[in-house]
């Protein structure tokens, strides 16, 4: 089973990196004018949509977080609520975060803003789709022994690599070469996205190397 | 082990950077010191000449031999740009595009010449317009003594021709007027900030050029084309538009010479070249080679000369352009006559001609040798046996030249002869002159790669003994003593040998070699000590606080390598702030990822009836974390308001604060600011006194508490007081005038040396203890470390237990034993308030001194920067208290010892607050206003002015690294009143039930002396260790 729910998580995993993939290759062959370098901001928009429809698609078929519980309608109504809510927070949260590292305060602010929701994307909605919106879940799950699956585990990952991404991505900021993505928030996106597709397609090879050590925890 | 030991191995240490930094320098910071002498009409280099050339009234030294001059200085005029090839069909943008200067050249052969013109480096605007106005050789330092201003202190043309009544009208780069204030009789100026406009000057300039010239009033005009330049930077050479701008210059230089008369010079001169990208400042053969085009009306050369003149140093128009309008050399020039320009004479024969050009020669020479010789008196760093070399020849010229003149006089000599001795005398001259600039350039202009690369590996190995210090710390607790006093006991001795060596002239070593190889013998003797002891026994690398294994050191890695980047150097407040937020935010996110944050009770590695849904505790930390994580953030992110900009990045507008009040024209904006700025300093004063106030610092009558209560609103009160006077308005009646400037000094010297009291208070009486005698009832009075406010006691006194009142009764007869004599030594009961932060409470005073002292050595409205800065701190402090006290059980080794991260940090936030209390590190950037806070009418001396400047330039550096100590107390401010468990003590308790402990905060440390001792030790060598890393890597780019 071990072996059959790290397959699941690969299949996933390949999905999503190839919504990633999605919104870089195909608009440009879809629309006129449309670059990533650009049409950041659209770029921005588009692919966070992508990642959250696989996201949302994945929730749906492949059910990583399997609930005891029967849930009513009305149960679901209001998770989805509470989803959209700590996604909005999420958004907030993160333009905060980024503005408090230097960002640009007023100017580009449409930029920042979609950039949190780019990273929020990456990060919250799988989150939220693994977990549900429950926050102690996800604080449980990012401390050292608080995975207890290898959904948790991919979690784990990806979050932590979509994000060292973007640090990284913020390097060249500085640097005089004039390219067009150095520009705010070319290459901090371009650097999350970059992560966050790496990641995904490391951590099944990750969990699977490790996962005699991780079925001793989970059991 | 004493506290002696250790502050005399931080010093050691420090002299040990010092060195290597210092070594460093001396290989690359070119240096020299400008004399403040000038050329006076009436003394002559060489009062001999005097009697010959005096008969003319007009002229000074020398008969002038033009009246006016138009000096037009195209900025980066390129020789490429001037000469012109007719052979050329195919010209590049910037080919063949001056004309008139090659139709001028082949119709008067005589009265035109182009010269390539040699810049020397550094090839930036500013610095050539020293260069070819003073004809010295500047620097990147040159060592003013006068610290306010940019202004030509050194004798130069423009004074000259002030001073002899020449009326100078300048037009064009606003440079000129921070360089020679005031000087010009009627000036033009237009601002050489905006790069990318190409037009703004010159068309300025052009409206001006001729109607100035064909006015008459005037005798030399100045004009300086920015176009050329603006064009290279924004476009490169190769661009149609450098085309259009050059025939631009052609134009105005064809219509100009229409515009001239026959009694002026005219020379156009290019400042510096451009490289194939449009940049100058470096010494590529392309930046250095600018156009020098000389013309007049009036004849100027001798004969047909060669088809391509020899290469003109800058310097050499300086002497040329003096003695042909007839007013004194500058003092410091170094330059040599242009020899073509100097065959002239009344007769026009050619004995005569070469009469004057020996003369001139002449002249020049004991202008030279005179500067020479003061300049040597000045400073040694010319080498010796060459200057007397130079003597030598200056002075066999010299009387060489007496000779010849008295033979000629007395008709002893056939023309012939006269003229071949004439020949070979002023072919000896000139090589007078070019040796004597060798030589200056030789030690002024170059670089000492040696001295960089031993300077770099002293600091190398110096950091390498830090970070070993640092990390084997308490393993090598045995005795600093042995392991410092060899090291400095070799070091002295070969001191002494190497010095008599030197005195008796055995062995041959400067003052620079002898440091370094002392240093290096010291360092060696430590390794190879450290290595015999074998003092770290386990390995101390692979310790759980080792540098190496915690995440810390990637930050440090980064931030070095940052360094090793012009743009990043360039960006380094913003990348500074960017690693302090990551830094802290990984120690709270690893922190969270331990389970550090969570309650014990719950426990991940659960069993199957731990399901998700289980909530886990949390402990206040965690909340109190994020909280401080915000803040800290909020902090950076205020504070950088308050930056400023370095020239090379036109963008950036520097903050609207750096400017001080008094140049504030809004009246209501004024008040307002004044009374925003009044407010801060308020508010700071009243969180130091309330923050003391809480540890219980505040109650006794000690004369510090005395001070702190009200010295610390006197002071403030005098700095707004100091404010208001100086930021006032200019016209108030006489009287008040005079009261106001008595005021404006005396404000700023009462603080500081009231603030100097209380430094000096605060090191002789440390203790901020009050302790109340309670004898009577000292069965139930109890006694606490805890230093709260006298109204929480009461609800503490019932829970402390007997045991720890008789140890406080130790501790404290130990405390007085070391301390001042306190009275109560007779065994009552004690209360005893702010005795667990006595020594963060001193720390803390002499802090809030530093800065008061330094708020009032900056701009008025840097004061909520340097709130911020406090407050940085606060929180860093904060944030490292929380997470020392939840990663290490209380009387864990381990607290004594500060985390690399924390040191880091704190680093990091002295670096970040250096550029964001409005600093940058180019010159450009210093406040110089600082030197004169307290000292309006200017110094005699240049010690206090250079004091208070860099006690503002480094005011964050200065508060950190004193405010480091901090790091070590912080923890144990920290710790909370309840919770904390003390295994050790437990044993010997007397069947109290009572669970509760009271902290006792900082009297562990005197519980532990060597401990203490070895953490102060520790901490200090990190701090050293994390500076020296920084300061390598800066040194190696
Ligand atoms: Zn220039
Ligand atoms: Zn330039």
């Known amino acids: ?219 | 082990m004493k506290r002696a030991p250790v502050l005399l191995f931080l010093a050691w240490l420090s002299i040990l950077f010092y060195s290597g930094i210092w070594l460093f320098m001396s290989g690359f910071l070119l240096m020299r010191i400008e004399l403040n002498n000038q050329s006076l009409c009436s003394q002559p280099p060489d009062p001999g000449l005097l009697s010959s050339t005096q008969q003319k009234t007009t002229s000074c030294w020398f008969p002038h031999r033009f009246n006016k001059a138009v000096i037009v200085i195209i900025d980066a005029l390129k020789y490429d740009f001037a000469k012109y090839d007719p052979a050329n069909t195919n010209p590049k943008p910037y080919e063949n595009k001056l004309e008139v200067i090659h139709q001028l050249i082949q119709s008067q052969p005589r009265h035109a010449r182009l010269y390539p013109f040699r810049a020397d480096p550094p090839t930036t605007t500013m610095q050539r317009i020293k260069g070819v106005t003073t004809g010295s050789l500047p620097t990147f330092v040159d060592v003013g003594s006068n610290f306010a201003s940019y202004a030509i202190q050194e004798d130069n043309l423009i004074h000259q021709m002030v001073q002899n009544g020449k009326r100078v009208v300048f037009m064009g780069d606003d440079t000129w007027d921070g360089l020679f204030p005031k000087k010009f009789y009627k000036s033009y100026f237009f601002s050489s900030f905006n790069v990318k406009d190409l037009h703004m000057v010159d068309d300025g300039i052009l409206q001006h050029l001729y109607p100035t010239v064909d006015g008459g009033d005037w005798d030399v005009v100045i004009a300086h084309f920015l176009g050329v330049d603006h064009c290279g930077h924004k476009h490169g050479p190769d661009h149609p538009e450098t085309a259009k701008k050059l025939t631009q210059m052609n134009q105005m230089i064809s219509s100009l010479i229409e515009h001239l008369d026959d009694n002026t010079l005219l020379v156009v001169a290019g400042d510096h070249g451009m490289t194939d990208t449009g940049d100058h400042g470096g010494d590529s053969e392309k930046e250095v080679t600018a156009a020098l085009f000389l013309y007049s009306k009036a004849p100027l050369f001798s004969k047909q000369l060669l088809e391509d003149p020899e290469a003109v140093p800058q310097v050499n128009l300086v002497p040329s352009l003096a003695l042909l309008l007839g007013i004194p050399i500058p003092y410091s020039n170094l330059g040599a006559l242009i020899s073509d320009l100097f065959w002239w004479s009344e007769d026009g024969d050619d004995i005569s001609a070469l009469l004057t050009k020996t003369s001139a020669y002449q002249i020049n020479t004991q202008q030279v040798a005179r500067y020479l010789s003061s300049y040597s008196q000045a400073a040694g760093d010319l080498s010796a046996d060459k200057l007397r070399l130079l003597h030598d020849l200056s002075s066999s010229s010299m009387a060489e030249y007496k000779q010849l003149m008295s033979e000629w006089d007395q008709n002893a000599l056939s023309e012939a002869e006269m003229e071949e001795r004439l020949t070979q005398l002023v072919q000896k001259m000139q090589v007078y002159l070019s040796q004597a600039r060798h030589v200056c350039m030789e030690s002024w202009a170059r670089f000492h790669p040696l001295r960089m690369i031993f300077g770099s590996l002293i600091l190398f190995m110096s950091c390498v003994v830090s970070y070993i210090v640092a990390e084997a710390g308490l393993s090598m607790k045995v005795s600093y003593r042995s392991l410092l006093g060899y090291p400095v006991f070799i070091s002295l001795l070969l001191t002494v040998v190497l010095g008599l060596g030197t005195w008796m002239s055995f062995v041959d070593m400067d003052l620079v070699s002898l440091c370094a190889l002392v240093t290096i013998i010291s360092q060696l003797s430590f390794l190879y000590i450290f290595r015999l002891r074998k003092y770290a026994q386990k390995r101390w690398w692979s310790r759980p606080t080792s540098l190496l294994v915690s995440g810390s050191c990637i930050v440090l890695f980064f931030r070095c390598c940052t360094l090793f980047s012009d743009s990043f150097v360039v960006a380094e407040g913003k990348a500074a702030q960017f690693f302090l937020a990551s830094l802290l935010l990984v120690t709270v996110a690893k922190l969270h990822w331990d389970g550090r944050l969570t309650l014990p009770t719950f426990t991940p590695l659960g069993s199957e009836s731990l399901k998700p849904s289980l909530t886990p505790g949390y402990k206040k930390d965690g909340s109190r974390l994020l909280l401080l994580l915000a803040a800290l953030g909020l902090c950076i992110r205020l504070s950088s308001f308050f930056h400023n900009c370095r020239e090379e990045t036109p963008e950036c507008h520097p903050s609207a604060f750096l400017t001080p009040l008094s140049s504030v024209q809004d009246p209501e904006l004024k008040n307002f600011s004044y009374i925003c700025c009044v407010l801060c300093l308020g508010v700071i004063i009243y969180l130091i006194r309330k923050w003391l106030q809480h540890y219980g610092n505040l109650n006794s009558s000690s004369p510090l508490v005395l001070y702190v209560r009200w010295g610390f609103p006197l002071i403030a009160l005098g700095i707004s007081c100091f404010w208001a006077l100086s930021s006032g308005t200019e016209d108030t009646f006489a009287r008040l005038r005079e009261l106001t400037h008595l005021a404006l000094v005396a404000f700023p010297r009462a603080i500081y040396v009231f603030a100097g009291m209380g430094i000096l208070l605060t090191l002789w009486k440390p203790m901020t203890v009050y302790m109340k005698q309670n004898q009577d009832s000292s069965a139930d009075n109890t006694v606490t470390t805890f230093g709260g406010v006298p109204g929480s006691q009461a609800e503490l006194q019932h829970v402390i237990p007997q045991i720890y009142r008789k140890m406080q009764r130790t501790l404290k007869n130990r405390l007085q034993h070391s301390r001042e004599g306190e009275e109560g030594k007779k065994g009552a009961a004690l209360e005893a308030y702010g005795l667990g932060s006595v020594y963060s409470a001193a720390m803390v005073i002499i802090l809030s001194l530093l800065t008061l002292v330094l708020i009032m050595l900056h701009s008025e409205r840097m004061t909520p920067a340097f709130l911020l800065l406090l407050l940085e701190a606060l929180v860093i402090l904060q944030i490292h208290g929380h997470v020392s006290n939840l990663y290490w059980a209380p009387d864990d080794s381990d607290l004594f010892c500060v985390p690399w991260y924390a040191v880091i940090a704190w680093a990091l936030a002295a670096t970040q607050s250096f550029y964001y209390t409005g600093h940058q590190p180019v010159f450009p950037a210093i406040h110089w206003n600082s030197a004169f806070v307290g000292f309006q009418d200017g110094h005699t001396n240049n010690i206090i002015p250079a004091l208070l400047v860099a006690a503002n330039t480094f005011c964050s550096n200065i508060l950190f690294s004193a405010g480091s100590c901090l790091l070590l107390l912080w923890p144990f401010l920290c710790e909370s009143p309840t919770g904390r468990r003390k295994r050790g003590k437990r044993e010997t308790r007397e069947g109290e039930s009572e669970d509760e402990d009271m902290p006792l905060m900082e009297m562990r440390l005197r519980e532990n002396p060597d401990c203490f001792s070895v953490a102060l030790l520790q901490l200090g060598t990190k701090y050293l260790f994390i500076q020296g890393v920084q300061v390598l890597s800066q040194l190696i780019i």
Not at chain 1, 36 to 45: D, E, I, K
Request: with cysteine; hydrophobic share 50%; aromatic share 14%.
């Open chain 1, 1 to 219: 089973m071990d072996e059959t729910e790290i397959r699941r998580l690969a299949v996933g995993h390949v999905l999503s990196v190839l919504a990633v993939l999605f919104s870089l290759c195909v608009p440009p062959l879809l629309f006129d004018h449309f670059s990533v370098l650009g049409t950041h901001l659209t770029w921005l928009c588009f692919c966070s949509v992508c990642v959250i429809a696989v996201n949302l698609l994945l929730l749906l078929t492949l059910k990583p977080n399997p609930s005891t519980k029967r849930s009513s309608l009305s149960n679901k109504v209001n998770k989805l609520y509470r989803s959209c809510l700590y996604f909005l927070a999420s958004c907030l949260l993160f333009h905060g975060i980024i503005v408090l590292y230097g960002a640009p305060l007023v100017e580009s602010v449409g930029e920042t803003f979609f950039f949190a929701v780019l990273l929020s994307s990456f990060t919250t909605s799988r989150c939220l789709c693994i977990l549900g919106p429950n926050f102690h879940a996800w604080v449980r799950v990012f401390s050292k022994d608080g995975a207890m699956s290898v959904w948790d585990h991919s979690l784990q990952i990806t979050t932590i690599c979509s994000v060292v991404g973007a640090w990284l991505g913020a390097f060249p900021i500085p640097l005089d070469w004039d390219r067009p993505w150095q520009v705010w928030p070319i290459s901090c996106s371009l650097g999350a996205s970059f992560g966050y597709a790496i990641s995904l397609l490391l951590a099944p090879f990750w969990i699977y190397w490790n996962r005699k050590q991780l079925t001793y925890k989970r059991r």
